[in-house]
Structures are given as structure tokens and as C-alpha cells.
């Protein structure tokens, strides 16, 4: 079973917690709260970087992540023309859930992308990893399904907001990074 949720930046983050309460229960509230405290912390580092990022970073459309990321539509010159996001709250963990925290469903279908956050993603005291996660996984909204690019523009933003980035090196060798032509910083 899946819970559909997309957060408009129009309402209130409490005001979405509430009406996610009402209408779903306790446990689904908690998920969309800890999800608007990863958006928001994202948020928060990305627009402290966003100085230091030229138009396009990693060949990611700064402006259109900036997009995906704050109000969830974006126009896409990868993807031909205007998008949304969908972001999906899943309880089980089956499938494609059964192996990662979050995971996009790319091409857009229906001028939408799906990013698909699993259990893993609201375990206790991962904050910090949902943050980069949510990071990590914007790339493949706006820019396509390259772990190497979304892992190398996911540290850039951390290393340009905090001076330093979240340690990858076994994903980077397991994904094949190497010899890829992105860097992390």
C-alpha cells in the first residue's frame, strides 16, 4: 500500500502534518513530518551552496533542481518540457524498496517523476542521511539516472554549504565512479 503525498510549499508544513494525521493516522504524519524536515534541511543546504554553483553544475540544471527541489515542478530541457514531482511514501519493504532508502521512477510518466522513499528512509537518527539522500535523488528528477553524477553533485552541494561532504567512497567504487569522468570533491 502507498501514500501519496506532494508538498506544496503554499501550505504550512504543520498545516500538512495535521491534515496528514487526520486523514491517515499517527505513523503516516510522523513519515511526512520527517519528510518535511528532510526537504526543508535540503532545502537549507542546497540554497547556502547555490552561491557558489555556476547554471549548470555536474551537467544538472542548477535553476531546474532548484525547482524540483523547493516547489516540486520544473521545466526540463532534459526532459523535453515541464515537470512535476510526485513524491510517494511506500510502508513495505518490497522491491525496489527491499534494497534502498529512496529510489526515482524515470522517464516521466504523464509530465510526472516519482521519487519513491521506502522504510529505510524514516529509520531513527538518520537525519543527516536523509538530508543527503533527498539531495542525492533530485539529481535523477531533474537530470537522469547517473549514480556517479547525482553522488558527485549531491558532496558538491555539501562540500560548497558546509565545507565538507559525507564520505561515499564504497558506494563510489561499487557504483564504478572511478573511471565515470565526475569527481567528488
Request: aromatic share 8%; with cysteine; net charge negative.
Amino acid at each position: 500500500m502507498c501514500a501519496l503525498f506532494q508538498r506544496k510549499p503554499a501550505m504550512p508544513a504543520r498545516l500538512v502534518v495535521l491534515l496528514t494525521f487526520l486523514l491517515a493516522g499517527p505513523a503516516v504524519a510522523q513519515d511526512q513530518a520527517t519528510l518535511n524536515r528532510a526537504l526543508d534541511a535540503a532545502i537549507a543546504t542546497f540554497e547556502t551552496a547555490r552561491p557558489a554553483l555556476g547554471a549548470t553544475e555536474l551537467g544538472v540544471d542548477v535553476a531546474a533542481y532548484r525547482d524540483a527541489l523547493t516547489l516540486q515542478r520544473f521545466d526540463s530541457d532534459h526532459w523535453g518540457g515541464p515537470v512535476t514531482l510526485d513524491l510517494v511514501i511506500r510502508d513495505t519493504a518490497e522491491g525496489s524498496c527491499s534494497r534502498f532508502a529512496a529510489f526515482v521512477r524515470i522517464p516521466p510518466e504523464n509530465g510526472a517523476v516519482r521519487l519513491v522513499l521506502c522504510p529505510q528512509f524514516f529509520s531513527a537518527g538518520a537525519d543527516a542521511l536523509r538530508e543527503l539522500t533527498v539531495l542525492h535523488e533530485m539529481v535523477h528528477v531533474v537530470a537522469g539516472p547517473n549514480e556517479c553524477q547525482a553522488m558527485a553533485f549531491a558532496a558538491r552541494i555539501e562540500q560548497a554549504a558546509t565545507g565538507a561532504f559525507t564520505p561515499v567512497d564504497a558506494y563510489w567504487q561499487a557504483s564504478g565512479c572511478d573511471g565515470s569522468g565526475f569527481r567528488l570533491p
